[in-house]
């Protein structure tokens, strides 16, 4: 299996100064996965609430921008140095959408990308659809159900209680809840326009993700093939 960065991975070996440590754990745990037939797995309550509101998202997106109705984007994609699925395809733009936690980690005030790896991101979606630009999403949705129920849990036995406290919930449900507030307040556009320049880096960058592969192969046919 030959070595081809994930969209999403590619701010992992974009160090200043090289591959770095980020970019050597990071290849590290990928030849990991081809030794073993493993996938690494990583999950936490922030990756949750963007997976289940998602779909949300993009009818929020949709509304905005008067799309009317769009789906995500199921096509996988893959060239000679990257791989991955975008969100949404657009005649001339690719969206990534970043559901937020709370409204104290969506970016409301910011005039630049916040997260220069999202930026690499969106530089490997348009190289994979050829899009001349990419506009990165950030929503602020409504907690799922499961997850406010989860928090409030929490919060009851952190208060002493046995089991979840009704009050509680409702206090929890309330700091968790975004829909009743306008669209503005709720949704964030970042304008990335294709670099050339930052596709060939990211090439480059790949290459040197070979050589370091075959520094510590144990297998050479999973950097080769």
Known sequence: MQFKIRCSAIGEIMG?????????????????????SRKKEFTSKYTDKGLIMEDDAIDLIAEHLQLGMIFKNEDFKENSFLQGTADIILNDAVVEIKNSWDCFSFPLFDSDCPNKDYEWQCQGYMELWD??????VYCLMDAPESIIEQEARRESYRMGYSELDMDLYEIV?????????????????????????????????????????????????????
Not at 16 to 36: A, P, R, S
Not at 131 to 136: E, G, I, N, R, S
């Open 16 to 36: 200043i100064k090289g591959l770095g440590k980020t970019g050597e754990g990071y290849l590290q745990t990928w030849y990991k996965e081809q030794l073993y």
């Open 173 to 225: 449900a309330s700091k968790m809840t975004y829909s009743h507030l306008p669209i503005e307040l709720r949704i964030k556009f970042f304008t990335i326009h294709r670099s050339e320049e930052a596709i060939t880096k990211i090439k480059e960058r790949v290459d040197i993700c070979y050589t370091y592969l075959q520094s510590i192969q144990l297998k050479p046919e999973l950097v080769n093939e």
């Open 131 to 136: 899009k001349p630009k990419a506009y990165l």
